[in-house]
């Protein structure tokens, strides 16, 4: 098992910045990958950026530019640096970790962009 805790979520005015914090805890040596997907009201959730173990990012097109994912895996933690903001970023943020045919889940830490 792992456990998944995310921090950072909040209130934001368009064109500012948030970070999105994600410790993970428990069977974490067999975690391939680590990352953020999201969800708005009404809408799948949708991948927004993913790092391997190696270091190696994929980013949603939305996010490209914006949006930077990083993870240290001395501490086992992944975050999400979220600049220029938009009101269409608003969603429910999630943490994922993945191994070999398992995804873990965190709860979820909501953003909201104001216009």
């Known amino acids: 098992q792992v456990q998944l805790v995310e921090s950072g979520g909040g209130l934001v005015q368009a064109g500012g910045s948030l970070r999105l914090s994600c410790a993970a805890s428990g069977s974490i040596f067999s975690i391939n990958a680590m990352g953020w997907y999201r969800q708005a009201p009404g809408k799948q959730r949708e991948l927004v950026a993913r790092?391997?173990?190696?270091?190696?990012?994929t980013y949603a097109d939305s996010v490209k530019g914006r949006f930077t994912i990083s993870r240290d895996n001395a501490k086992n933690t992944v975050d999400l640096q979220m600049n220029s903001l938009k009101p269409e970023d608003t969603a429910v943020y999630y943490c994922n970790a993945h191994r070999i045919l398992i995804d873990y889940w965190g709860q979820g830490t909501q953003v909201t962009v104001s216009s």
């Open positions: 790092i391997t173990r190696g270091g190696t990012t």
